[in-house]
């Protein structure tokens, strides 16, 4: 029979779960705003992003609930707070969509982004939505495969930012100096995006398992 | 008469407070590091940040054991699961005060910023080890007046890391696109580190007055 710790407990995790699909998206949504460029695409990531907002508070709150109704102890109680922890590592990946939408917004209608490295971004958000879900998967079920999905999709993403910056310092970068700032901070936050999904993950499966994932 | 949860939660804040401090001196350092360039320092910076990362563990550790014995309520709760959250903030400033020492050790011995600039990253610099101090005082006295400093000295780096902007964005600049990429993303750092410590001090001042610093 499940109890009533166990119930707010899925509860818990299936609405960080939904948090991590939601960010994947809004950094897919973000990435075609950024590269068609998309105005109304980038203002609905915009808006959108206070929905996660209010997600993340409402999980916290969540669990806050459960550690004063239940008083969990031991690995109970780590789960808990693991919880609120990949709460927050969430919110920030759904920031970094809003970022790359803000920046979009910013410069349409011109592309922020040189036709040249488009192809980089393409794949950066293409990779950004399987991170969502992947790290939605690992949190409801702490499969440690889904782990090493994500730390191979960290890897990718990595390499596309490393490049990235190769390109950028290559003395044949001809779109001057103002593009290239935009490039290394966008290429960051994807960098970043992938960095979030990796902690949760590592969180989620040493958490479950007791050895690192 | 001190319960012996006051005693925890004191020690807790106590530990999160030092933590602050720390996180400012690494900051202030990894700018000298940078700016000298000091190759040294800036080694000394990447290897002494590893006592942060061990004291957020402990921080965690040591708030989960007061959750688990005291197992708080309302208030209580509330003020242990923000410290925990706060520790989270240092941590990250302290991780962003290691990437500014990893970039001056990786550009050495060239200096990563060129001349004209430096001195927005030498007061980026000074107010950074305000900024650890004005959090540390707000973790152990939850003064309001010191939430206001770090408003005041986020502000100030915001107003730098904009004006850096502009300075990069002008076709006057000279130094390429590679300094500007480091130059971008330095200032992006000094940044986000004012930006943890608003957050910590938000938190902080809303836990104790119920309206927002």
Redesign the interface.
């Known amino acids: 029979m499940r109890t009533a710790y166990q119930n707010e407990l899925s509860a818990l995790l299936a609405q960080v779960g939904d948090m991590c699909g939601l960010a994947g998206v809004s950094m897919e949504r973000a990435t075609r705003a950024l590269l068609g460029p998309d105005l109304t695409l980038a203002e609905e990531v915009i808006t959108d992003h206070e929905a996660i907002v209010e997600m993340g508070v409402a999980t ?1 709150e969540r669990a ?1 609930v459960l ?2 109704r239940q ?1 969990p ?2 690995g109970d ?2 789960t808990v ?1 693991s919880s ?2 990949n709460a ?1 590592d969430v919110d920030r990946m759904a920031a970094l969509a809003l970022h790359v939408a803000t920046i979009a917004r910013r410069r349409h209608p011109r592309c922020a982004v040189p036709d040249d490295v488009a192809p980089y971004f393409t794949e950066m958000g293409r990779i950004a939505v399987d991170l969502g879900n992947s790290a939605r998967d690992v949190v409801v079920s702490r499969d440690p495969r889904k782990a090493a999905q994500i730390r191979h999709d960290d890897d990718a993403i990595d390499e596309l930012h490393s490049h990235l ?1 190769t390109v ?2 290559d003395q044949e ?1 001809r779109h ?3 593009a ?2 935009d490039v ?2 966008l290429s ?1 936050y994807y960098e970043r995006f992938a960095d979030h999904a990796v902690e949760l993950a590592r969180r989620v499966i040493y958490q479950a398992t007791g050895s690192v994932a």
Chains 1, 2 share one sequence.
Do not use: N, S
């Open positions: 916290e806050l550690l004063a008083a102890v031991a109680l780590r707070v609120m922890k927050a910056f950028l310092k970068w001057g100096v103002a290239g700032v290394a901070l960051r």
